[in-house]
């Protein structure tokens, strides 16, 4: 697969949205100039939406698709992937609504792409990023100092810089999957098909999963851990997809499965120790067993 180099004129970049807040417009405007356009993939229509849009109007090279209801994150990635492969993009740069990137971005994304061996193999190139709330890095770039990139089994869809050709190949995210684990399972997909995803060690974006806190164990200042704070809805994707994964992989990488499981049960200890809605969140735990075991793909959870 021969893709020309990345760089400001063949990107797209794709941002998926849901209730924007007002701090997107300066997010978009950070973007806008490292790529050729902007594909704005909206899952739900309000007043705050049509003023947002209205900022924007000023922007150029900006296109929007406003979907009826929400369809997830994975179809409306794959919705705007589409729109930049009829245009003929050779890339796509996708980002969550809250992603904050470095001014040089792109820049430094094609400085890695230039220097690897084998181009044609790589499926994401993903990029570091560092928690705005407590100032934590994705990845500690301390264990490889010296390198600009390493190679990841899996890197988070935010600041991931993705070939639109390969997506004939392997296929599109995988849209029954909704919102959580999109990014892990195309990762993993990529790579069972013989490719690679590199993460660019240097943090190129500011980004949150979740609302991620600290909370101290057992009143304990120096022992302390971190909790997403997602909603309920949220924990059942989270633990129906990753316990597909589980089950997917358990052969093919048994090692990458049952590291997972075990991050899969100190999420739910965690999550009920130090996060509200404890009720809520653990019937959300039983549906998604539930539904990871049966094959069930619902795309809220059931009452």
Not at 42 to 67: E, K, P
Not at 192 to 214: C, D, F, Q, T, W
Not at 278 to 292: F, M, N, S, T, Y
Request: glycine share 6%; net charge positive.
């Amino acid at each position: 697969m021969s893709v020309p180099t990345p760089n400001s004129d063949n990107i797209v970049a794709v941002i998926v949205t849901y209730y924007p807040d007002v701090n997107f417009i300066d997010r978009v405007a950070a973007i806008l100039p490292q790529v050729a356009q902007i594909i704005i993939v909206d899952n739900t229509s309000s007043g705050r939406l049509a003023d947002i849009q209205q900022r924007l109007s000023s922007f150029d090279r900006i296109h929007w698709i406003l979907n009826p209801q929400n369809f997830g994150v994975a179809k409306a990635l794959n919705q705007g992937i589409g729109w930049a492969k009829k245009k003929g993009y050779p890339w796509v740069l996708t980002f969550d609504q809250d992603s904050l990137p470095c001014r040089d971005m792109v820049d430094r994304l094609k400085q890695v792409y230039e220097q690897l061996n084998d181009p044609e193999k790589i499926a994401v190139i993903g990029s570091n990023y560092v928690e705005p709330n407590s100032g934590r890095v994705y990845y500690a770039s301390r264990m490889h100092p010296k390198k600009l990139w390493v190679e990841q089994k899996t890197v988070v869809t935010s600041g991931s810089l993705m070939p639109i050709g390969l997506f004939d190949k392997i296929g599109t995210f995988r849209e029954d999957f909704f919102i959580d684990n999109v990014d892990i399972e195309y990762c993993l997909r990529a790579r069972r098909s013989g490719y690679k995803n590199i993460l660019v060690v240097e943090p190129l974006l500011k980004h949150a999963i979740g609302n991620p806190k600290a909370h101290h164990m057992f009143s304990l200042s120096w022992f302390k851990t971190y909790t997403s704070h997602y909603a309920p809805f949220r924990w059942y994707f989270i633990i129906r997809n990753r316990l597909i994964l589980v089950g997917e992989y358990l052969l093919i990488d048994p090692f990458w499965a049952a590291h997972h499981f075990i991050h899969f049960i100190g999420f739910i200890v965690k999550g009920i120790l130090f996060e509200e809605d404890k009720r809520e969140k653990l019937r959300c735990v039983w549906l998604g067993v539930i539904d990871a075991i049966t094959g069930n793909r619902h795309i809220w959870p059931p009452k």
